[in-house]
């Protein structure tokens, strides 16, 4: 399956690094508004195309799945723009900057039939997964409190993706979507989310605290930041125990147990960086003929989208 991507920043190239240790994925083409960029970037990763048009990268008929990683306000745009040229779409987190923005590019896709998912990675690691598994099948007994927090300390310029307004800044949903994602994937839909934002200078927020309530008394203490470095573990609180996702427990990372009969640490190496399970997502949904991922619904990142606007308010 031929991959393409638009953009070139970080997140481009972890998941470009990861399309290579991915069964069945080639990186085809990369497109970048400087064509030196998007050439540069082809080199890099062994892309066959290098385009600086993201109409002319979708005209091509050798590409079968988009992958957006612009900046946070062109993650709608440009999915739709890939829908309505009839590829595929894998598209960074968060899927849009509101749930409006969400339903308008399902609409789209749900209209040309095509494959559409939200590339929220951490819930396809290994890592996570026995976190779940482990919270779920008794370890620690009934799972009760999450306390879980991503925070670094990145100094304010208000050009910055990570604070500008209009790229959609904001440490809720650059890095505070990763707790969220935590606690719903534990505990389901919250019942009541409260949250404490500092804004910074620019008024997007620096640093957000987030509460959420869920069914059975379950509650969940969340944290983001860009002010201060965090311990960005996620810490997991049963009637006979406790997980903890080490630092950063977002990324392949080791997860240490803890009961009333032993204490143990699991470690997780990787062959790449991880991205690679997310693909592999991916084009085993599209292989059977399915327009969305199974692991990661349409609706999942529907509720994911619904607490992020609750918590930015």
Known sequence: MQFAIIGTG????????????TQGAELYAMCSRSKETAQAFAVEFGAKKAYSSRESMLADPEVDIVYIA???????????????AGKAVLCEKPFALNSAELESIIAVAKSKKLFLMEA???????????FLELAKNGTIGEPQILQADFGFNAPFNVSSRLFDPAQGGGSIYDIGIYPLFAAYKLFG????????????????DTTALI???HANGKTASLCSSFAVDLDTEANLYGTKGKLTLHKCFHIPTKLTVQNESETYTLEFSEPSNGYQYEATAAINAIENNLTECPQWTLDNSR???????????
């Not at 612009?70 to 309505?84: G, V």
């Not at 839909?189 to 997007?204: N, V």
């Not at 509720?303 to 308010?313: C, F, S, Y």
Request: charged share 15%; net charge positive; proline share 9%.
């Open 211 to 213: 509460q959420t309530l």
């Open 70 to 84: 612009t900046p946070n306000h062109r993650h709608a745009p440009d999915s739709i723009a890939a829908l309505n």
């Open 120 to 130: 929220l990675w951490t819930g396809f690691l290994p890592s996570f997964r026995k």
């Open 189 to 204: 839909y919250p019942t009541k989310i409260q949250s404490i934002k500092i804004p910074s200078p620019a008024g997007t």
């Open 10 to 21: 970080f997140m481009a190239q972890q998941f470009a690094h990861g399309l290579q240790h």
């Open 303 to 313: 509720d994911i989208m619904k607490m992020i606007d609750e918590a930015r308010g």
